[in-house]
C-alpha cells in the first residue's frame, strides 16, 4: 500500500477548523466559562468581607460556593507564582496570619483542586485554602511582597470597598492570565487527543488495537521501554504511533506525526 501522499491529496481530507462536537467539548472543558459564570457570586463574597481579614472565610462558607472554586478565581486574578509569606499588612497596621499547614511538599493545582475540570467538584473549605486565599488576598502588602512575586496579590486593601471591588474584578477579567491559557492550552491538548482516538475508533475495524499514552520500541531509540506516543494503533504485529499536539496561536490547530512500524 502506497502511503505517500502529496499535500493535494491530504488536502482533500484535512479537517482545517475545530469540528463542532469538537467545539461543544472545549466549550464545556473551559476554565473561563465556568468562572464567569461565577463571577457576580465571587464579587459578592468579596463585597460582604470588609470588617476584617477573617471574616472572607465566614462568608464565604455562608455563601455556599466551593472554596476551591473561590481559590480558582483569585489564582486568576493574581496571576500567582511566587514564595510564601507570613505577614501582611491591612488597612495601614500590621497583623499576622500564622499558616495553618503551609509550606507542605507537592503543592499544586492537583491538591488544590483547581486544575481544569476539578474546580466543579464542591469540597469542604480547609486550612490549606485558607492558607492561599490569605497569600492572594493580601500578599502584595507585605514587606516582603518583592521577594516572592506577591505583587498581584492586591485585592484584599479593596475589601470594603464595594466599587472598586467590582471595578477590579471586571476589569482584570477582561484580560486572559498566563494561568488560564496554560490551563486551557494543556486542556485543549487533551480534548484534541480524545478526538482522534474516537475518530480512529470509529473508521477502523475490531482487528485494530489502539492505545491511548502507547509505546513502540524502535531502532536507535535508547529507552527501553519504547518511544512513547499520544495514541498507538496495532495490528497483525504492525504499529503506528501518532503524536497529537496542540498549539495555541493566532491560527492554532493540531498536527499529528505518525510513526510506522
Known amino acids: 500500500m502506497n502511503y505517500n501522499r502529496t499535500f493535494a491529496e491530504l488536502e482533500k481530507k484535512a479537517v482545517k477548523w475545530w469540528p463542532k ?3 461543544a467539548t472545549v466549550a464545556a472543558e473551559s476554565v473561563i466559562p465556568k468562572l464567569i459564570a461565577t463571577q457576580d457570586r465571587f464579587i459578592s463574597i468579596l463585597k460582604l468581607s470588609g470588617d476584617n481579614p477573617d471574616q472572607i472565610f465566614d462568608v464565604l462558607q455562608a455563601s455556599g460556593m466551593s472554596p476551591n472554586l473561590f481559590l480558582k478565581h483569585l489564582v486568576i486574578l493574581a496571576d500567582y507564582g511566587g514564595e510564601l509569606i507570613k505577614r501582611y499588612f491591612f488597612r495601614g497596621k500590621s497583623e499576622v496570619y500564622e499558616f495553618q499547614v503551609l509550606p507542605v511538599n507537592g503543592l499544586g493545582n492537583t491538591k488544590l483542586d483547581i486544575d481544569g475540570v476539578s474546580i466543579t467538584k464542591v469540597v469542604p473549605l480547609s486550612p490549606l485554602h485558607k492558607d492561599l486565599v490569605m497569600i492572594l488576598l493580601h500578599g502584595a502588602t507585605s514587606d516582603v511582597a518583592h521577594l516572592a512575586a506577591l505583587e498581584k496579590c492586591e485585592i484584599g486593601v479593596l475589601l470594603g470597598d464595594e466599587i472598586a471591588i467590582n471595578k477590579y474584578v471586571r476589569e482584570k477579567y477582561l484580560y486572559v492570565s ?22 480512529l475508533r470509529e473508521f477502523l475495524s475490531q482487528d485494530y488495537q489502539l492505545t491511548r499514552n502507547g509505546s513502540i520500541i524502535l531502532n536507535g531509540y535508547d529507552k527501553s521501554d519504547g518511544m512513547p506516543f499520544d495514541v498507538v494503533v496495532e495490528r497483525n504485529g504492525k504499529k503506528i504511533g501518532i503524536e497529537v499536539s496542540f498549539q495555541v496561536t493566532t491560527n492554532s490547530g493540531h498536527w499529528f506525526r505518525p510513526v510506522r512500524k
Not at 486551557?184 to 482522534?196: K, P, W
Open 178 to 199: 498566563r494561568i488560564t491559557t496554560g490551563a486551557n492550552t494543556n486542556s485543549l491538548g487533551q480534548i484534541a487527543q480524545t478526538y482522534v482516538l474516537e475518530t
Open 21 to 23: 462536537e469538537l467545539e
